[in-house]
């Protein structure tokens, strides 16, 4: 199972979720979004996913933590124990043996970051 995972800024847009998410490698092949739990009722997220036709997954905080990531970000290392919460997500989401097949990418605007992950599903 291939999945995105997307760390944003509360107020982001769907273009810099779109832009980010591209930049990671786009949307095909993509059986779900992925991110932490306490924004997936974001609005610019359930409008990309409802534009790409995908489930949103909302990981909690705390399995984030626990997951290492190939980018380290120092400020959402500080508040979420883990450098991206997109690698994070998109691991936890993709399931059993996930690996990230694109690293976190980064809107222009800098309010989205976009990575992607292939696991099992499980």
Known sequence: MKVAGLGFRRDVTIASLREALLAAGGFEGLAAVATVSDKADA????????????PIKGIPAEI???IVTATQSEVIKARFGTGSIAEAAAIAAAGCGARLIAVRAVSQDRMATAAIAEGDGE
Not at 43 to 54: F, N, V, Y
């Open 43 to 54: 609005p610019a997220l359930k409008l990309l996913a409802q534009e790409l036709d995908l």
């Open 64 to 66: 984030l933590t626990d």
